[in-house]
């Protein structure tokens, strides 16, 4: 395919600065492709970890491994919502969300950790059909959430990098590989 959504990354004026270490852990341009090929990794390495250890925490007061893998499948679910609200057109501001709160409030720790693997497995699919399906003037709309300017290009390096940032996390603090 040789269109915008294989051709470029997005430039720094797409996203907040916060989000420039995600950008950049996404290697290349075809961000459709690292975001198919970040989930069977992701979840390859997931499966590796047994119910006993997904409840594991790397330091008190810090997620569980299952409240990570709920926290990319809520953060995945947002970052699309708002490619998809973008990518149609709409200018209306969407807000921020506090992620804290998110994990706080979904008991990520009595879900089956195989449930949770499924299911950021379906959500990534959901996701990438969304970016597949987006024609070139889509791809580079732009939106305002969280009181930033954001396109969906950077959406999708967002979701990418957001993911392999964690990914990180688990095999760093976690210990995870």
Not at 13 to 21: H, L, N, R, V, W
Not at 146 to 174: D, M, P, Q, W
Request: charged share 25%; hydrophobic share 40%; aromatic share 10%.
């Amino acid at each position: 395919m040789n269109d915008v959504k294989t051709l470029l990354r997005p430039e720094e004026s797409e996203y907040a600065p916060f989000y420039g270490k995600y950008v950049q852990l996404v290697g290349g341009s075809d961000v459709v492709s690292a975001l198919k090929n970040n989930i069977g990794n992701t979840t390859e390495l997931l499966s590796g970890i047994s119910e006993e250890k997904s409840l594991s925490r790397y330091a008190e007061g810090k997620w569980s491994i299952k409240e990570l893998v709920g926290h990319l499948i809520d953060t995945e679910r947002i970052f699309a919502y708002r490619a998809l609200r973008i990518s149609r057109g709409d200018a209306t501001p969407l807000a921020g969300f506090e992620q804290d709160d998110y994990i706080a409030n979904a008991d990520f720790d009595a879900c089956a950790f195989s449930d949770l693997i499924r299911e950021f497995k379906a959500v990534r699919e959901s996701t990438v059909m969304l970016f597949e399906n987006m024609n070139s003037k889509a791809w580079l709309r732009k939106g305002n959430a969280s009181e930033n300017v954001v396109s969906v290009r950077a959406l999708a390096f967002l979701t990418a990098g957001h993911e392999l940032h964690h990914v990180n996390i688990l095999k760093e603090r976690y210990l995870v590989d």
